[in-house]
């Protein structure tokens, strides 16, 4: 008895489970092994689309013949590259149709004409024409004939089924695409921006703790770059940063603070002096990552504010009694507490910054010095076009993002240990 | 000790009263006044001189006397002396010193021998600065957003830093921008298209998620544990790795500018997050009443539909309106799938409008309040329930 009841129990589970899981494999899980897959072939953007036989019909009436009328197909592989087998064509006419010169290849019954056209290479092109006449004699109607599209269908090799694998497009991610470069912007931007946003966010969450006027509005409006959507947010910001009419720039120069407009986006480099030091800054850089900073903090913010209230009161008394300064509370306290949440809040924000695509995208596109390895993901694929070589770039992510999590993992379960 | 203590008291509030009134400052430019000069120096001094006057004056006058006093001195120094600027901009510095002498009120030379009496003004003042200086971090986007759709070219370009709004002028003339931008570019259009696909999201994902996390949070069967952590694997992953395979695969299956290429994306990415906020929830609920249920004969469908849901209210808005905002937000897989206008949703739109360089820029940000003001509009109004999502599940992004 109870056995049939654990039974069912297990079935019901799979069946309860069964929609999201194949969805979620479907989508997510196979696209993963299908990005191998694609990571080891020479696919550009053309060749995934099918090749596809078409025919571009075109009547024309034959002079002094009304019961007479010609038919042009322009026929064509779609294809620039692939050839297409067994092509079979059909077109249907009226039923006072009569067919004056079939083709060999072709026959009519039942007023449709049916083709077998045999193989066509790739780039094939061919002109066919029939000619009919109405078998009573009557006007020929060009409009209901145009509005008849003929049917084509043949078979083709999928490019990306084929078993041709190269190890050039690794070889070109590695060695060819100033992948150093591209590596340590990216970590510049990671690194930085999850850093930022981690201190951001702490310093928020310690000022919300405390009791004023306005502080669940406060509360609010600290998550709104969080929620409000990206493409609003990274337009205004460009409108803000504009070096001919922005705001910033115009504001700066109003208060002569500056003498000519920066271009905080499209400048790549910036000479900073500090004490008779010399150093360049990358600005756009610079720049991409506070738009980072500011759109994230929040999460963060969120995160740190809800362990700092669980944090029991007891022991800001007991220091108090203790004659400890605010600062030596906040060092000797507050952070040892909230350290946990930290390293998770690093692990998380890390990972999705190392794949944000969308703000660097909106803001500079990549340009100036702000290509991370996502945005050579679109680039690759779909700037060059080189469907591989992008699906190559995506899958050094991965395995960047895999290394990173088996030593954050190591390192974090040290530390535990050694607690 | 004492002498120190009041000198650091008064440099931290004066810098404070110097960022109070700079914030002010920037906001009148933006009204179009001509103001080119923080005169940091002079603020500095009076800021200096009010915070030590408040000290020695002590008791001696009323604290409401006092502060009047202080405002009106300011003021007078600030807008007679400085430079001539309109009245409302003088109430706005005397309101500014108001608060600001109320805000020193509460210290006086007895509280200044105290131990860590100092680190405890910087603390307070740093608060007080970190509120002020996030808000307008924060907020001053979103209102140069607003009000650079109300303006129009021209005056853009002859003054930029001019942002008053004329509420005198013709509603239409006000609200042109939006006009346009529904008319000429088929904004409502993309509104329709981004509301279907929202929905649409948060109604599938609720259909898939609800039963895989009651089966997750209940029920026990081979590969429960792999299956929920695997829910936090998948979770991190991030979509750019997704983009180019899904591309390829849904051209040849003829899914890309379809709708329904997007539900399913958006389905699938969001299911994760909404299994796991959901499974957490239901263990919370007490497990007699299912017990209950099963010896009343119920089939599953029965406790989920009959118990599960109506006890989970709370926990299921949560989570559809999370997902409301993820797929309303989401850009990437729109920029990829959708190339053809006539499948648009509000983000990619907004987007295809920038890439025409000739686009004004007050239509682009009328485009981006259009976009904007529903997920703030229910993120504020629904913010409990959001909060306790966000930090249970934490938004994607």
New interface residues.
């Given amino acids: 008895m109870n056995d049939t009841l654990a039974n069912t129990e297990k079935k019901t589970a799979y069946i309860l489970t069964l929609p999201a899981v194949l969805l979620v494999f479907a989508i997510i899980l196979f696209p993963i092994f299908a990005n191998v897959w694609i990571s080891f072939k020479e696919v550009e953007l053309k060749d995934i689309r099918i090749p596809e036989p078409r025919a571009k019909k075109i009547v024309k009436s034959i002079p002094d013949e009304p019961s007479k009328i010609k038919i042009l197909y322009k026929l064509r592989n779609s294809s620039l590259l692939q050839e297409i087998r067994d092509v079979s064509f059909k077109d249907n006419f009226p039923k006072n149709f009569q067919i004056e010169n079939l083709d060999s290849r072709c026959e009519y019954t039942k007023s449709s004409l049916k083709c077998e056209f045999g193989n066509w290479p790739a780039k094939y092109k061919e002109n066919f024409q029939v000619i009919f006449s109405t078998n009573d004699g009557s006007e020929i109607d060009k409009k209901t004939l145009k509005s008849i599209k003929p049917k084509l269908d043949g078979k083709s090799d999928n490019i990306l089924l084929n078993t041709n694998f190269t190890l050039k497009n690794f070889k070109k991610v590695l060695f060819e695409n100033e992948f150093l470069d591209l590596l340590l912007t990216t970590f510049y931007y990671t690194f930085f921006g999850t850093v930022g946003s981690i201190v951001f966010g702490i310093l928020t969450a310690q000022m919300v703790n405390q009791k004023f006027f306005g502080r669940t509005f406060m509360r609010s409006v600290l998550l709104f770059p969080y929620v409000a959507p990206v493409v609003a947010l990274a337009y205004t910001w460009e409108l803000l940063l504009d070096p001919n009419s922005g705001t910033l720039n115009s504001l700066l120069l109003n208060y002569q603070i500056i003498e000519t407009p920066i271009n905080l986006l499209g400048q790549k480099y910036i000479e900073i002096g500090i004490f008779g030091f010399d150093f360049k800054l990358r600005l756009a850089l610079t720049t991409v990552i506070m738009f980072e900073i500011w759109r994230y903090f929040p999460l963060a913010f969120l995160f740190i504010l809800a362990r700092l209230q669980a944090i029991p009161k007891e022991l800001y008394e007991a220091a108090d009694v203790d004659g400890a300064s605010p600062f030596q509370k906040f060092f000797k306290i507050t952070l040892p507490q909230i350290t946990a949440v930290i390293s998770i809040l690093f692990m998380i924000r890390f990972i999705w910054n190392f794949n944000k695509f969308e703000d660097v995208f909106l803001l500079t596109g990549g340009a100036s010095g702000t290509r991370t390895l996502p945005i050579n993901v679109y680039q690759q694929g779909f700037a060059i076009s080189d469907i591989g070589m992008g699906s190559a770039v995506s899958i050094v992510i991965v395995v960047l993002l895999l290394m990173f999590m088996f030593f954050y993992f190591r390192l974090l379960g040290k530390r535990v240990d050694e607690n | 000790m004492r002498i120190k203590n009041t000198i650091i008291f008064s440099l931290i509030s004066s810098f404070f009263l110097i960022f109070l009134i700079s914030i002010w400052k ?1 906001l009148a ?2 009204q179009g006044l001509n ?4 005169n940091i120096e002079v603020l500095f001094i009076l800021g200096f001189l009010i915070s030590l006057a408040h000290l020695g004056i002590a008791n001696r006058i009323k604290s409401i006397y006092k502060s009047i006093i202080f405002s009106s001195v300011f003021v007078f120094c600030d807008g007679y002396l400085i430079q001539k600027l309109p009245i409302w901009y003088n109430v706005g510095v005397f309101l500014i010193l108001y608060f600001f002498s109320y805000k020193i009120g509460k210290y006086s030379f007895i509280g200044l021998k105290e ?2 009496s100092t ?2 003004i ?2 307070d003042f740093l ?1 007080l600065f ?2 002020l200086f ?2 307008f ?3 001053f ?2 209102y ?2 607003l009000v ?1 759709s109300f303006k129009t070219q021209i005056a ?2 002859v003054n ?2 001019d ?1 008053s709004i004329n509420f005198g002028q013709d509603i239409k003339d006000l609200f042109k921008s939006y006009f346009v931008i529904f008319k000429s570019y088929k904004f409502g259009k993309y509104i329709l298209t981004s509301t279907i696909v929202s929905v649409g999201t948060v109604i599938i994902t609720l259909l ?2 609800i ?2 996390a ?3 949070a209940r ?4 590969g ?1 544990t792999f ?1 929920s952590t695997s829910i936090l694997i ?1 979770y ?14 849904f ?2 299956l003829g899914l890309r500018n379809s709708i329904e290429g997007l539900l ?2 958006y ?3 969001t ?2 997050v909404a ?1 796991y906020m959901l499974q957490g929830y239901f263990k919370s609920i007490p497990k007699e009443l299912e017990e209950a249920a099963i010896l009343d004969k119920l089939s ?1 469908f029965g406790i989920i539909t009959k118990i599960i849901i109506p006890l989970s209210i709370p926990a299921i808005s949560s989570v559809a309106l999370y997902v409301f ?1 993820i797929a ?2 989401e ?2 897989f729109s ?2 799938f959708l190339d053809n206008p006539n499948s648009f949703t ?2 990619r739109a ?2 295809y409008l ?1 890439g025409d360089a000739e686009t004004p ?1 007050q239509y ?2 009328a ?3 259009v ?2 003001l529903p ?2 509009f229910i ?2 109004y629904f ?1 409990k329930y ?2 306790s999502g ?2 249970a599940g ?4």
């Fill in positions: 920037i430019t933006l103001i080119n000069s923080f131990e860590h680190q405890v910087l603390f608060t970190g509120i996030f808000s971090v924060i907020l986007p979103f140069m957003m650079t853009l370009l930029p830093l942002f898939f998620a039963p895989a009651y089966a997750v029920l026990n069967f081979f429960k299956l998948i991190m992953f991030p979509a750019i790795v997704l983009v180019i395979p899904l591309y390829t695969i051209s040849q399913i994306v389905t699938a990415t299911l994760p299994i599953w905002m309303w937000n850009f990437l920029l990829m509000l983000s907004i987007q920038s820029r682009l940000m485009g981006s309040v976009v904007t997920v703030l993120f504020v913010e959001l909060v966000l930090t934490s938004v994607k992004g």
